[in-house]
């Protein structure tokens, strides 16, 4: 299987940039997981040459949505969506409320369009999603994700760009010391990622992608001790200093979920190796890393949907000189939805391992309302000293609103809790 095949690769790296014992240790323990969950899921078995139904064809004859209470309460009948030949464009807005790193609540609307470029049987659905947010505390982004599907799927685009300027709470190195032991910086940042990925056989796709990322004028706010001193770690945490890293990033995706916003069934496997060399203007700052994202999804029998989510991601820096907001760090995954119940930023490190599982159930036998329990477990190096430590639990529960029965898509109102915080959180489709 490819995920076995590319390990041994990633440790010949590990040992050329002299990663220590506890390195290797913990990305081996996130390796065993990955590698279990494939094997248990076996995604690769004899590869079906036919992509799963589209939402088109799936019976919604007993399920209802909001759009269905909507009509009934207020007697209401939408105009028919326009059709350009057999292509169709789908529209969402939602605007949510959520609590945000720095403090203070944010003010979050998504704006997306979902299409087809090719025949529906065939071809994955398309999406551009625009997510601008403020929180009326200095804090704003603009942030704009494209994921498009060529027809038959022979070519994928996947972006993401976005501009930010926000404060963020950083801790110290010893990530075990209290919940009040943080320092809060301010910082621009501009992202721009590009991935362009081709088709080697239905589901799986190989590509190369160009990934910036951009921190301006970082400083501090009420600081007596200084960044570096702070937080033990001397690269990209200069007062005023502007942090760039600039890097190719080389992609191997398996996914074979029908739906990614109601994953059922399916399993996803995504491989990401970046590099950021000088010629790219990241000066004495070349650095590698590398991710490892696998995700299954178990249908349960039973006469309601009953669903086991299960998650997990590897992700080290493969070198000792990464500026310090490049370094994995908890809800800084690609998608950024990674550690309910724990506060973003709040575990950064040289390596980071993440495991997740969720229950997903319906309360309703028509699917307009359902539930879900989940668990999840953090564990890091520290940025300079290699240090392993946790693991750090958080765990909650959430309810679940059918906001699409066309596309399966829910409303997903989510509490998590862990040691000294919790937080609720609002998204469009599931977290996984």
């Known amino acids: 299987m490819i995920i076995v095949y590319f390990f041994p690769m990633i440790f010949r790296h590990l040992t050329a940039y002299s990663i220590n014992n506890s390195i290797t240790s913990i990305a081996s323990k996130?390796?065993?997981?990955?590698?279990?969950?494939?094997?248990?899921?076996?995604?690769?078995?004899?590869?079906?040459?036919?992509?799963?139904?589209?939402?088109?064809?799936?019976?919604?004859?007993?399920?209802?949505?909001?759009?269905?209470?909507?009509?009934?309460?207020?007697?209401?009948?939408?105009?028919?969506?326009?059709?350009?030949?057999r292509k169709k464009v789908y529209f969402s807005l939602i605007p949510t409320s959520s609590a945000v790193p720095g403090g203070g609540k944010?003010?979050?609307?998504?704006?997306?369009?979902?299409?087809?470029?090719?025949?529906?049987?065939?071809?994955?659905?398309s999406s551009v999603t625009f997510v601008p947010y403020l929180n009326f505390k200095g804090r704003y982004s603009l942030g704009f994700r494209n994921n498009i599907y060529t027809n038959k799927n022979k070519w994928n685009?996947?972006?993401?760009?976005?501009?930010?300027?926000?404060?963020?709470?950083?801790?110290?190195?010893?990530?075990?010391?209290?919940?009040?032991?943080?320092?809060?910086?301010?910082?621009?940042?501009?992202?721009?990622?590009?991935?362009?990925l081709k088709q080697l056989k239905p589901y799986l796709l190989a590509g190369i992608g160009y990934n910036l990322d951009y921190h301006i004028n970082i400083q501090t706010v009420g600081d007596t001790i200084g960044l570096p001193k702070f937080l033990g770690y001397p690269h990209g945490t200069a007062t005023n200093?502007?942090?760039?890293?600039?890097?190719?990033?080389?992609?191997?995706?398996?996914?074979?979920?029908n739906?990614?916003?109601?994953?059922?069934?399916?399993?996803?496997?995504?491989?990401?190796?970046?590099?950021n060399p000088y010629i790219l203007g990241n000066g004495d700052n070349t650095w590698k890393s590398i991710y490892l994202d696998g995700r299954k999804y178990i249908e349960l029998t039973g006469q309601k949907r009953k669903v086991l989510a299960l998650w997990s991601y590897v992700w080290t820096a493969l070198n000792n000189n990464v500026p310090y907001l490049d370094l994995p760090a908890i809800g800084y995954e690609p998608y950024q939805r990674s550690g309910r119940g724990i506060e973003q930023n709040r575990y950064r490190g040289k390596s980071l391992v993440y495991m997740e599982g969720e229950y997903r159930s319906d309360l309703r036998d028509d699917g307009l309302l359902g539930y879900v329990v989940f668990a999840n477990m953090t564990?890091?190096?520290?940025?300079?000293?290699?240090?392993?430590?946790?693991?750090?639990?958080?765990?909650?529960?959430?309810?679940?609103?059918?906001?699409?029965?066309?596309?399966?898509?829910?409303?997903?109102?989510?509490f998590g809790v862990s040691q000294g915080h919790s937080a609720l959180t609002l998204n469009l489709g599931e977290v996984f």
């Not at 919604?60 to 028919?80: A, G």
């Not at 200093?241 to 979920?257: E, K």
């Not at 520290?382 to 898509?409: C, E, I, Q």
């Open 379 to 414: 564990t890091t190096t520290g940025p300079g000293d290699g240090k392993f430590t946790g693991p750090h639990p958080a765990m909650g529960a959430g309810l679940r609103v059918k906001f699409n029965k066309r596309s399966n898509t829910n409303i997903a109102i989510d």
């Open 241 to 257: 200093q502007n942090s760039v890293s600039s890097g190719i990033t080389f992609n191997l995706l398996y996914d074979s979920r």
């Open 30 to 85: 996130g390796a065993l997981v990955l590698i279990v969950l494939v094997i248990f899921c076996n995604p690769f078995r004899a590869v079906a040459q036919q992509i799963t139904p589209t939402n088109d064809d799936i019976d919604t004859t007993n399920k209802k949505d909001l759009i269905d209470v909507f009509q009934k309460t207020f007697k209401y009948t939408p105009q028919k969506i326009q059709r350009r030949g």
């Open 106 to 125: 944010a003010l979050i609307t998504s704006t997306s369009a979902a299409f087809y470029l090719g025949n529906r049987r065939n071809t994955f659905l």
């Open 157 to 196: 685009i996947q972006g993401d760009t976005r501009f930010s300027l926000y404060p963020e709470y950083v801790y110290g190195t010893n990530q075990t010391n209290n919940q009040n032991n943080r320092l809060l910086i301010t910082y621009k940042y501009f992202r721009f990622y590009q991935t362009l």
């Open 259 to 275: 739906n990614s916003l109601n994953p059922l069934p399916g399993a996803y496997l995504n491989l990401i190796y970046r590099v």
